[in-house]
């Protein structure tokens, strides 16, 4: 039997070797008494009555010690910001504390649910990487672009004073999930080893095309108003004109994450495979090849992110003939090495900003409301965490039955914003109140500028805001 075979039965593919052991040292019993394929899951069943088995003892003995190790149940407590987070959120975020490999969890206060681990969720789990609780879109990340151009265009913003800002966005990304650059950008990303993976080997080509490219959903490219009341990032206080982007490691990151959420399901104890709720936080231990490959590839994701944002501000401030004063980025679908107490620990922030002490990032609202730039506080029990956003307060079906665009066009109006394009899954109103959402963790980060969006460039949909 091979490898795919023994999978398919249910043994388990980190103990596939022993199976095979067991297989090979079986070869001389009576074919008459011993069929494999009814053997097997039989062990597999009731593993604890072979453990003596003179073959098969060692399989059936790792069975018991994965079975043991999966059902104990640490005590994971969780803090949590904001109010009215939704049920389904919190249900999503009690399943995570029930992983045997997790340590610590917080739950931030634009929470709302995701694949496996709630849209701003933190999990802190030992030596061990859940796949999903990174995200589909990995390194997924905020630019903001302080400038020297000219506010005065934006304060007006009416579209004949803004014909550059309008034109470098349209013309300085693409939008769309499988949008490309019919010719690609170059940057040192592209020049490391992308053969550290057969995954990240398959998408490097793609990743090529898509360097530069900004994706759909809620991702966004925008011109704002940057206010600093005080002087800040090596910048005297006043109104400058910035650049705000939000996207990720494109479609190179979502097939690293189907890969090896793929091997997670493989590598877990069957009853997390089989549990509806368990199955999307399958993890991978560091110790293990496939742990150790996960942590590579997605580490090359981020760096491709940042990649990604830096040659779509660069195209687009050309085109508008400005240049660079200051830059403020971070992720917030990542995980990091970081140590917490007594404890070294895998931190999963899934939609979630670092805030560790002095620590500097960007927190978006929505294509009418304020972002912040915000410096961390450095409070232990949200490991070191904050929102990433608002937050969706309904899905993007719901969205579109709710809303139709003649109210949100005057909304935009009134507030000064022209869409260039975007969805109506986007509007304001399928969001939290962002100034609500810092409110509640007042004690996570300082906000110490405020970005007021005005020109905006998202993947438009069928409907048109123009309409």
Not at 26 to 33: E, I, P, Q, T, Y
Request: aromatic share 6%.
């Amino acid at each position: 039997m091979n490898k795919k075979q023994l999978v398919r039965l249910g043994v388990p593919a980190d103990l596939v070797p022993l199976a095979v052991a067991g297989l090979h040292a079986a070869s001389g019993r009576d074919r008459a008494d011993f069929r494999a394929k009814r053997f097997l899951p039989r062990l597999l069943e009731q593993p604890e009555l072979f453990v003596a088995d003179p073959d098969f003892g060692p399989l059936a003995a790792a069975i018991v010690a994965e079975a043991q190790q999966a059902s104990v149940v640490h005590e994971v407590r969780y803090r949590s910001w904001g109010v009215d987070l939704d049920p389904a959120s919190i249900g999503q975020m009690e399943t995570a504390c029930r992983l045997p490999v997790a340590r610590a969890a917080a739950l931030m206060p634009d929470a709302h649910v995701g694949y496996g681990l709630p849209i701003g969720g933190v999990l802190a789990c030992e030596n061990a990487v859940v796949p999903y609780a990174v995200g589909v879109d990995i390194a997924c990340r905020m630019r903001l672009t302080v400038t020297d151009l000219p506010a005065e265009p934006l304060e007006r913003n009416e579209a004949s004073d803004c014909e550059r800002f309008d034109r470098a966005l349209e013309k300085g990304t693409k939008f769309g999930a499988g949008e490309s650059w019919s010719r690609p950008f170059d940057h040192p990303v592209l020049d490391e080893d992308w053969t550290i993976t057969a995954v990240t080997r398959e998408v490097r080509d793609r990743a090529v095309g898509q360097l530069g490219t900004s994706g759909s959903g809620n991702h966004f490219v925008e011109w704002g108003l940057l206010e600093l009341e005080q002087p800040e990032l090596g910048l005297e206080a006043g109104r400058y004109v910035a650049l705000l982007s939000h996207s990720g490691s494109r479609g190179a990151g979502a097939r690293v994450c189907q890969r090896y959420s793929d091997l997670a399901r493989q590598a877990v104890p069957q009853r997390i495979r089989d549990d509806p709720q368990l199955r999307h936080l399958a993890w991978l231990s560091l110790d293990d090849q496939r742990g150790h490959e996960y942590w590579e590839a997605m580490e090359l994701m981020g760096r491709y992110a940042a990649a990604n944002h830096q040659v779509i501000h660069e195209q687009v401030l050309a085109r508008a003939g400005g240049q660079s004063l200051a830059v403020v980025e971070n992720h917030h679908n990542f995980a990091w090495k970081e140590r917490h107490g007594d404890r070294d620990l895998i931190v999963h922030r899934k939609g979630a900003t670092p805030a560790g002490a002095g620590v500097l990032g960007v927190i978006p609202g929505t294509m009418a409301d304020s972002a912040y730039v915000v410096r961390g506080k450095g409070e232990p029990t949200s490991l070191l965490s904050a929102s990433h956003g608002a937050g969706r307060r309904m899905s993007r079906t719901a969205a579109r039955k709710a809303y139709t665009w003649s109210p949100w066009r005057d909304h935009l109006k009134h507030k000064r914003v022209r869409l260039l394009a975007g969805g109506l899954d986007e509007v304001p109103g399928v969001y939290k109140e962002i100034d609500q959402v810092m409110a509640a963790q007042r004690d996570l980060v300082e906000p110490i500028a405020r970005f007021t969006p005005r020109i905006v460039m998202m993947c438009g949909d069928d409907s048109r805001a123009e309409d």
